[in-house]
């Protein structure tokens, strides 16, 4: 399929020391990366939690029916 000088080309191109030295920067960059992502979703920081105290005095009330006319349930509201 490639003729002898295209492939003799090849050789060269793929053993030359500018296509190692990018191949071994990008080899060492990816394993920092992957160290990096495990290193930092192992370490949690614990939060002190708020104790959330139970009332029933500060409930939200419920929202009132909205009229039929009114589909979304969105009120107009004039400023005067």
Sequence with gaps: ???EEVRGLL???ITSWQ?????VVLIIYVFLVNYV???HSRRR????KIKKKKSSKTQVPA???AS?????G???TSKE
């Design 1 to 3: 399929m490639f003729s």
């Design 11 to 13: 050789a060269q191109v």
């Design 19 to 23: 296509v190692l030295a990018v191949t």
């Design 37 to 39: 992502a495990r290193t």
């Design 45 to 48: 920081f614990s939060m002190p």
């Design 63 to 65: 929202p009132e029916a």
């Design 68 to 72: 039929e006319d009114d589909e979304l």
């Design 74 to 76: 969105l009120e107009e």
